[in-house]
Each structure stands twice: as C-alpha cells, then as structure tokens.
C-alpha cells in the first residue's frame, strides 16, 4: 500500500472526518482505523474544515504559500491532515500497471512527466515573455531599477524643497527685524 507512512500521523484521529472546500468544490475524507485517508459521506459532520480559492490551491502546490487558507474545528487533525497532504506522493507507474501492464504504465509515466515538466517550463516563459513585454513595449509595469531611480529623485526633490523653505523662512525672519 503506498503512503503507509500516514498511518502513524492520522491513527490517533480514527473516524474522524476532514472536510476540503476548494470554492464550491467540497471534499470529505475519513481517517479509518489504520490511519488511512478514504472518501467520506458527504453527509457527515466535519472534525476539521479547511477552506481555500483555486488562487489558494496553486500558491500552495507551486510556492507552498499558505496565503487564503480557513480551518475551523480541530486544528491539530487539520494541521496533520495538511502535513499528510503536502507529503503525498502518487506512484502513478505503480497504479497504472495493475491495469495496463508495467512496460505501458513506465511509458506512460515519462511521457507524463516529460509532458508536466516542459508545460511548467512554457508557463515559466509565457509569464516571463509577458512581464517584459508589460515593462519594455507597453510599459504597464515598471522594472525595479525605474522604480528605485523614481524613488531616489522623489527623495532629493524632497530636499531640495525643505532647503527652499529652510531658506525662505530664514528671509522672513530677517525681514521681520
């Protein structure tokens, strides 16, 4: 059985159920006696509630952000609940060849991976390509050297207005004597 490390994280929470809200999708699952995760009845009454966006969800995956993210009920069950999770690992090469045979489940797991790993590579360069593009052609965003040099110009515009009033005050002094 893969993943059989969870059991001794989830054993203590046997039949407790952990609810799942990704926007208006909703997942229950329940900690069997071994310490498994299994589907739950959607019915049940939830131990633990996590809530987050699909924005939420792909922070989580991609950077590990844990920005946007509700729990509710049992804190501990949801944070061992979360630490299973982020641990999970999915041996599709091992499930795929019950059912389609080793040398076609190995196959198709490069391919996956090779297909995965060079989609995350074109998103990488789209967003890349579009970020320059935005900042060099359409100049909707600055670079941060523009920025810095705006800053740094607002700083001495600063004080050469304080040295101006610095001295107007003192030629209103002496002209009040």
């Not at 060079?118 to 789209?126: C, D, E, F, P, Q």
């Not at 060099?136 to 515009?157: A, G, H, P």
């Amino acid at each position: 059985m893969q993943n059989d490390w969870m059991q001794t994280k989830l054993k203590p929470y046997s039949g407790k159920v952990i609810e799942l809200e990704i926007d208006a999708l909703i997942l229950k699952f329940v900690v069997d006696n071994k310490g498994q995760l299994n589907v739950g009845n959607p019915e049940a009454s939830a131990n633990a509630n996590i809530q987050m966006t699909i924005k939420s969800l792909i922070q989580l995956i991609t950077q590990k952000k844990k920005n946007g993210i509700t729990v509710r009920g049992n804190l501990d069950l949801a944070n061992d609940f979360s630490g299973v999770i982020e641990k999970l690992e999915w041996d599709m090469e091992d499930d795929l060849s019950y059912f389609i045979g080793d040398i076609p489940a190995m196959e198709i797991t490069k391919f996956s991976k090779t297909a995965l790993k060079n989609t995350k590579n074109n998103i990488r360069n789209l967003v890349e390509n579009f970020i320059e593009y935005w900042q060099e052609e359409n100049k909707i965003l600055s670079k941060n050297d523009d920025i810095n040099i705006f800053n740094e110009n607002i700083d001495r515009l600063v004080e050469d207005v304080d040295r101006v009033e610095a001295k107007i005050n003192h030629y209103i002094k002496e002209l009040s004597r």
